[in-house]
């Protein structure tokens, strides 16, 4: 549990009555932002003040401030945290215009429409209370890190949404999760990242509180405190937004690179290639409402375009972000990008040969940009305990992992937690995760147990239809008039035929003499009349990812099985003479 956070919902208590609970974030989030902006600012309060009076230009100003405090944020007003309190009857007024002075790039507030909220506390008799409480507890981040600060709005987030029994997935990952991911993420990279003085970018469209970002940094500059990592990032929850953005403020990135909005249907940085990039979309969310736009834009994009290898079922966007992501990697030529992103199962085989999803996995395999794919514990996400996986994508793969994709059973890998958070009571500890890495790392020396190296063709495979004739009433093929049996659409069937059956290396090349040696092994023994329609043959991907890490346990002896049904069949005949009498 975050003591920050706990302190902190212990002040949205004092809202119980004139609020609901789903409320409280109305109130508790924007005010936690601003006394943590109000805390970094304190220092140099006065100087940013006689600045302000000296130079009206807003521009000019903010490269003054930027000059004389190292921030690229500040406020002019007269008010802080320290005064506020001195005038009541002014308090909502003072606390308005505090909010108003705040540099142009501090846009926070608007989204969550504060100066409403200013006046309903007003109106309950409670403003005062809140900012008397929030005055007592200094959130500067030589108090209160970075990534405590993290961990308290995370925890609030989360305890607001439970009180208000919604979903919180939509706001943030854990953060085990999300190291695992920024450990993979920069496994391949780790050598050039050490360089001095390297200039690299990050980007997540679906940004949420910042969480992935925030530790994305803190791993690079653990390596090499001399690098620089430019934060890009797009998020559509207003509050979430807001919370991302301010958090980056506070630790003094440009934050022009966080954009409002929804990525699917309104790309923030249309132009513009990473070299990394990171997410965890929403799973199982319907996009319908989006169908038009995205359909629009595949169709007038070209083949180029984000969307142009095919769309998902409307019911499930995420691999419309695993496109949009592939989409955004630097060019090879320029160096080359790599991609993390968490999805749960259904992104590895849902779709059959030639749908949407099954194209999207064809087009990432044919072009090699599938590096590995892990296996995450189950329960590992405050909301779902449903099992989750990290794909890595990359564009310019080490010599020795081209055309090859890593499968890593990561599940047995995790650390029971001694208190659930929601779905969440497991959790990957820095031993675990180092497990993982070593594995990703050791590639085809890791273990055979946890580890699979596949060739990108050993997911494919062909749909063929297989047709059996229509038999007439004498119980003879019905011939159309080229004197070839006609098919019964009741007999049809059909058989996926993997590229590599029989041993294959050909792949989708050696389409006809594999299927044909399948057809002629496995149908044609049990339906001596059956044929293949060669025009309705469709080519598929799925990556069953389970069954390459299944292991057979055989059945107990029946003899144990009848020793223990005569032990229960005992029992309860023992019952039923105690009931009787």
């Not at 409320?23 to 508790?28: M, R």
């Not at 780790?190 to 469209?205: C, F, H, K, Q």
């Not at 990290?390 to 059973?409: A, E, F, M, S, Y």
């Not at 009571?425 to 147990?449: C, H, T």
Request: aromatic letters at 10%; a negative charge.
């Amino acid at each position: 549990m975050s003591a920050l956070g706990s302190f902190i919902w212990s002040i949205a208590d004092q809202l119980r009555g004139p609020y609901r609970p789903n409320q409280y974030g109305n109130v508790i989030l924007p005010l936690t932002i601003l006394r943590r902006l109000d805390c970094i600012l304190e220092p140099d309060r006065e100087t940013v003040r006689a600045l302000a009076k000296r130079y009206d230009n807003p521009v000019r100003l903010r490269i003054e401030v930027k000059k004389a405090t190292g921030r690229p944020f500040y406020n002019t007003s007269n008010y802080s945290f320290a005064n506020l309190l001195a005038d009541a009857d002014g308090l909502a007024d003072n606390l308005a215009d505090y909010i108003d002075r705040f540099s142009p790039d501090v846009d926070v507030f608007q989204y969550f429409d504060f100066k409403k909220e200013i006046l309903a506390l007003e109106k309950a008799e409670l403003l005062r209370a809140v900012i008397t409480s929030f005055n007592a507890v200094n959130l500067h981040p030589r108090k209160v890190s970075n990534a405590d600060m993290g961990d308290a709005f995370e925890y609030i987030i989360r305890k607001f949404n439970e009180a208000a029994n919604e979903t919180s997935g939509d706001h943030y990952t854990p953060r085990d999760a999300i190291r695992l991911l920024v450990d993979l993420l920069f496994a391949e990279k780790d050598a050039d990242l050490t360089e001095a003085g390297i200039v690299r970018t990050l980007y997540d469209p679906t940004a949420g509180t910042g969480g992935m970002l925030t530790l994305a940094e803190e791993h690079l500059l653990a390596q090499n405190p001399d690098a620089k990592l430019s934060l890009y990032g797009q998020e559509y929850n207003p509050q979430s937004y807001a919370i991302c953005k301010s958090d980056l403020l506070a630790k003094g990135h440009d934050t022009t690179n966080i954009a409002f909005g929804n990525t699917l249907t309104d790309d923030a940085f249309p132009s513009r290639k990473f070299d990394f990039c990171m997410s965890n979309p929403p799973y199982g969310v319907d996009w319908k409402q989006y169908a038009k736009a995205v359909t629009a834009e595949r169709d007038s994009a070209g083949p180029y375009g984000r969307f142009a290898p095919g769309l998902p079922a409307t019911s499930d966007g995420q691999m419309l972000f695993l496109l949009h992501l592939a989409h955004k990697m630097r060019a090879p030529s320029d160096g080359g990008g790599r991609v993390g992103i968490v999805m749960n199962g259904s992104p590895l085989f849902n779709g059959g040969a030639e749908s949407g999803p099954s194209n999207i996995r064809r087009w990432l395999l044919e072009n090699d940009l599938v590096d590995a794919i892990v296996a995450l514990p189950t329960n590992m996400f405050f909301n779902t305990g449903i099992a989750t996986y990290i794909w890595i994508l990359d564009n310019t793969k080490h010599p020795v992992r081209k055309g090859l994709v890593q499968l890593i059973d990561g599940t047995s890998f995790w650390t029971k937690m001694r208190k659930n958070l929601g779905s969440k009571g497991r959790e990957i500890s820095d031993a675990d995760r180092a497990k993982v890495v070593k594995l990703y790392a050791d590639f085809r020396d890791a273990d055979p147990d946890y580890s699979k190296v596949l060739r990108n063709d050993e997911f494919g495979y062909w749909t063929i239809t297989v047709e059996r004739p229509l038999l007439g009433e004498d119980g003879k093929p019905v011939v159309d008039r080229k004197g070839k049996p006609k098919p019964d659409s009741k007999k049809r069937d059909t058989e996926n035929v993997p590229f590599t059956y029989g041993g294959s290396t050909a792949g989708a090349a050696g389409k006809i003499e594999v299927i044909q040696a399948y057809f002629d092994a496995e149908v044609k023994p049990h339906v001596s009349d059956a044929w293949i329609d060669w025009t309705k043959v469709k080519v598929g991907y799925d990556i069953p990812f389970t069954r390459h890490f299944y292991k057979y346990v055989p059945p107990r002896p029946l003899a144990e099985i009848d020793a223990d049904l005569e032990k229960q069949v005992a029992k309860i005949l023992d019952l039923l003479r105690e009931v009787e009498q």
